[in-house]
């Protein structure tokens, strides 16, 4: 069966480390892999897409990375804030059945950056 | 920038009404997008829609669902009748494209409408 997982539900890191989130898939073939992050009652956030032909992608203090053959997806915050404290969702772009794309995601891990 | 809205922000309902939780996606989007997130749960699709007709629906999306495009801004979800385990965060989503090898599939979702089903 189809599964994404994400390595840990949770994750506390010390301000200024550089936090380390993980994501899992099987039976999969995406064409992207996107990381989003969700605050407490709100809707995600788009943060980077890597696309199945890239290994590494980078924006200001996130870097992704992204290995097909493992079947795996890193995803580093350097320098973590406080601020960096939310949910951080892997979510893969799927191609169905009909030939569209659609997100299907991970259950998240809950980052915490201890001041 | 622009943002997707969604209302109301928090809808009680009894068991069995129908309800209607309303989208306006980002104005040059072509592609929309419901999303369903049960409390302490993963965001789960429910279906995906363009150029006026649904492209992708998951299991979850059964008969007691329907999505329309009433005019050219709003994008609603219906649900005909309510069951408690509808009760989650409901969010809406719009996107550019909608993937594809020379696409790019960035999604903005809204800030949802949590329904609670009594």
């Known amino acids: 069966s189809q599964k994404i997982e994400q390595n840990s539900e949770a994750l506390n890191i010390q301000e200024g480390k550089t936090a380390t989130l993980t994501c899992n898939y099987t039976n999969y073939s995406p064409a992207y892999l996107q990381w989003y992050r969700q605050d407490p009652g709100r809707g995600p956030v788009f943060l980077l897409l890597?696309?199945?032909?890239?290994k590494e992608k980078r924006k200001e203090r996130l870097k992704v990375t992204f290995d097909t053959t493992l079947k795996q997806s890193l995803f580093h915050i350097t320098a973590s804030q406080p601020a960096d404290s939310a949910t951080y969702l892997c979510a893969l772009d799927v191609v169905s059945g009909a030939g569209s794309y659609q997100l299907t995601f991970g259950k998240g891990t809950k980052l915490s950056v201890i001041p | 920038e622009p943002e997707v809205t969604q209302t109301p922000s928090h809808q009680v309902t009894q068991m069995g009404q129908e309800v209607i939780l309303r989208c306006v996606p980002i104005s040059n989007h072509l592609y929309f997008y419901w999303y369903r997130q049960i409390l302490g749960q993963k965001v789960e699709f429910l279906v995906s829609f363009y150029n006026n007709e649904i492209s992708e629906k998951s299991e979850i999306f059964d008969d007691q669902f329907s999505v329309e495009r009433p005019d050219g801004s709003n994008f609603t979800l219906k649900i005909r009748s309510t069951k408690l385990e509808d009760s989650a965060m409901y969010f809406c989503a719009s996107s550019v494209t909608s993937g594809g090898i020379s696409s790019y599939n960035e999604q903005f979702f809204g800030p949802g409408t949590r329904l609670t089903v009594l």
């Open positions: 890597i696309r199945e032909n890239e």
